[in-house]
């Protein structure tokens, strides 16, 4: 007897979410090439024109000091490698990154997924689910996987150590369940160390994956001693990292919980999308205790509560490891109809499809990057966030290696074209500023500083430009330069 061809409901079924997905793929890459700036973006680039400089003794970042930074990890030492030996300028370094980061992140998913459920459609449902299942109010974070998040971040070390995250956790399932030789342990140890330096918080995120990949195998006495030695041997890749000690961000002072409380903010209406995934987990969770899903979303919730509830907000960062096993709860749900009536997944596929949409709608700005929004639908363009304009108008006088003075703004996008500022910190925290050079900014800017002790500030730290809007501060002889967006003045200091 001749089987029945495949139906055209079922083709369309998959090839939808196929199309979907690469669509959303597209419309990222073409964002690589805008490569909004927001955010951190400063940062990284200073980081990579440090190391483009200097490989082996970079510098502090961002202000003219030789202090270690986390931000000189693997991944961008690779890129200040690749930076000093091309020649290219920072931002096409960037995109460089950023195109090795999605490639990561896209292939990591899908191998991923595929050790959960062998249905063609189920990488890019999943896909789908991590960049639209958020909630109907805009949130952007790095290490988040939202997709104007993605958009923004891009080419971040987070999306390069999310990406490496998938693939450690498809290979860890696959030498849990089918064997693996003796090296692969001692690798899988190496992998997760390195995603550890790249993205401190994203590697907490991997770490929790990992552990409930383990913990759902529940693995034999054979296994727990490779796995054991592996684990070693990451932690003493750790230890041996040349630029930055690793284990002292555990001491990391206030200025970290204060920059991540906003995290335990707005929470229905950042994520409300995501409890579909919750409510699919709670279906895997009837069917399996030991599902690594299942397990993987218990521990992140944990540790979210556990640092609302301590006042430690930096773990919020952990948050993702609660969203992504939730969101690819949801994205296999559709797919995995084993011993369920067909109308059953027929509206588990509305109600999923109904959720992304609210979701592609929350983040249709994201189009604003890479098509003008004049262009764009007026409902569409109102969605839509400009991109920081970024202070290349100073370079025809700011060289490498000058010190700029700086409010908190500016301070952060001014090292990326090489010079130093006197005071900057980063949205994760990590970067601190030191309360001296906190003050000093602070001071040179006040209406009341004499002019004798503003022109002290300048001497101390060596300044030669000033960066700020309306008129000099008086006394502190400065000579305006240059005038650039948003009535910003470029002042040269006169010694």
Same mark, same amino acid.
């Given at each position: 007897?001749?089987a029945?061809?495949?139906?055209a ?6 090839a939808?979410?196929?199309?979907a997905a690469?669509l959303?793929?597209?419309l990222l890459?073409?964002?690589i090439?805008?490569?909004p ?6 940062m990284?680039?200073a980081?990579?024109e440090r190391l483009r400089?200097?490989?082996v ?6 202000v003219?000091a ?12 690779v ?8 020649g290219?300028?920072?931002?096409v370094?960037?995109?460089?990154g950023?195109?090795?980061?999605l ?5 990591g998913?899908w191998?991923y997924v595929r050790t959960l ?5 189920a990488?890019a449902?999943a ?8 909630g ?9 996987l939202?997709?104007?998040s ?5 080419s971040?070390?987070s ?6 995250s998938?693939h450690?956790w498809a ?8 064997g693996a030789?003796?090296?692969?342990w001692p ?6 160390a390195?995603?550890?330096l790249?993205?401190?918080?994203s590697?907490v995120?991997?770490s929790? &994956?990992?552990?409930a990949?383990? *913990? $759902? %195998?529940?693995?034999g006495r054979r296994?727990?001693? @490779?796995?054991?030695?592996g =684990?070693?041997?990451?932690?003493v ?5 040349p630029f ?6 555990f001491?990391a002072g206030?200025?970290?919980e ?13 994520f &409300?999308l995501v409890l579909l995934g *919750? $409510? %699919?987990?709670?279906l895997?969770?009837?069917r399996? @205790?030991?599902?690594?899903? =299942?397990?993987?979303f218990?521990l992140?919730?944990a540790?979210?509560a556990?640092?609302?509830?301590s006042?430690?907000y930096?773990?919020?960062r ?10 690819l ?5 559709v797919v995995?109809?084993e011993g ?8 588990w596929?509305?109600?999923l499809a109904a959720?992304?949409a609210?979701g592609a709608?929350?983040q249709?700005?994201?189009?604003g990057?890479?098509?003008r929004?004049?262009a764009?639908?007026g409902?569409v ?8 304009v970024?202070y290349r108008?100073i370079?025809p006088?700011v060289k490498?290696g000058?010190v ?5 703004f ?7 074209y090489?010079p130093?500022t006197v005071?900057?910190?980063?949205t994760d ?6 309360g ?6 602070r001071r040179?800017?006040?209406?009341g500083t004499p002019?004798s002790?503003?022109r002290g500030i300048a001497?101390?730290?060596?300044v030669?430009?000033v960066v700020?809007?309306?008129?000099a ?13 948003g009535?910003q003045v470029?002042?040269?200091?006169e010694?």
């Amino acid at each position: 007897m001749r089987a029945a061809p495949r139906s055209a409901t079922a083709t369309a079924g998959r090839a939808l979410p196929q199309a979907a997905a690469a669509l959303v793929l597209v419309l990222l890459l073409l964002v690589i090439v805008r490569l909004p700036w927001a955010g951190d973006l400063g940062m990284h680039a200073a980081t990579i024109e440090r190391l483009r400089h200097s490989l082996v003794h970079p510098g502090n970042p961002l202000v003219d000091a030789d202090t270690p930074s986390p931000y000189y990890s693997p991944w961008m030492l690779v890129l200040g490698g690749i930076a000093r030996i091309t020649g290219l300028s920072v931002f096409v370094v960037l995109r460089v990154g950023a195109l090795v980061g999605l490639a990561l992140l896209v292939t990591g998913v899908w191998r991923y997924v595929r050790t959960l459920s062998p249905h063609r459609a189920a990488p890019a449902i999943a896909l789908l689910c991590l960049l639209l299942l958020w909630g109907p109010l805009l949130f952007e974070w790095s290490g988040f996987l939202g997709l104007n998040s993605l958009a923004l971040t891009v080419s971040y070390p987070s999306v390069f150590a999310l990406g490496l995250s998938f693939h450690l956790w498809a290979w860890l399932t696959g030498a849990l369940r089918d064997g693996a030789g003796r090296g692969a342990w001692p690798a899988l140890g190496v992998l997760w160390a390195v995603i550890l330096l790249v993205h401190q918080f994203s590697g907490v995120v991997a770490s929790l &994956g990992a552990l409930a990949t383990v *913990v $759902a %195998a529940r693995p034999g006495r054979r296994v727990l001693p @490779r796995l054991g030695a592996g =684990v070693a041997l990451g932690l003493v890749v750790l230890w041996a990292w040349p630029f930055y000690d690793f284990f002292s961000l555990f001491s990391a002072g206030a200025d970290l919980e204060a920059i991540h409380r906003s995290l335990y903010g707005h929470l229905p209406g950042r994520f &409300g999308l995501v409890l579909l995934g *919750v $409510a %699919a987990l709670a279906l895997r969770w009837r069917r399996d @205790r030991w599902d690594p899903l =299942v397990i993987f979303f218990v521990l992140g919730a944990a540790v979210f509560a556990a640092g609302g509830a301590s006042g430690h907000y930096s773990w919020g960062r952990v948050l993702p490891a609660a969203l992504i096993p939730a969101q690819l709860a949801a994205a296999l749900e559709v797919v995995g109809g084993e011993g369920r009536a067909r109308v059953v997944r027929i509206g588990w596929a509305c109600a999923l499809a109904a959720a992304l949409a609210v979701g592609a709608w929350t983040q249709i700005g994201t189009l604003g990057y890479v098509v003008r929004p004049g262009a764009l639908p007026g409902a569409v363009a109102a969605k839509y966030r400009a991109p920081w304009v970024g202070y290349r108008w100073i370079t025809p006088w700011v060289k490498y290696g000058d010190v700029v003075m700086a409010r908190t703004f500016p301070s952060r996008q001014i090292p990326a074209y090489g010079p130093y500022t006197v005071a900057a910190r980063d949205t994760d925290g990590l970067q601190p500023v030191e309360g001296r050079r906190d003050a000093a900014v602070r001071r040179l800017f006040a209406a009341g500083t004499p002019g004798s002790e503003r022109r002290g500030i300048a001497r101390e730290y060596g300044v030669r430009w000033v960066v700020d809007t309306g008129t000099a501060p008086p006394g502190a002889g400065l000579r305006e330069v240059a005038r650039g967006p948003g009535g910003q003045v470029l002042y040269t200091v006169e010694h």
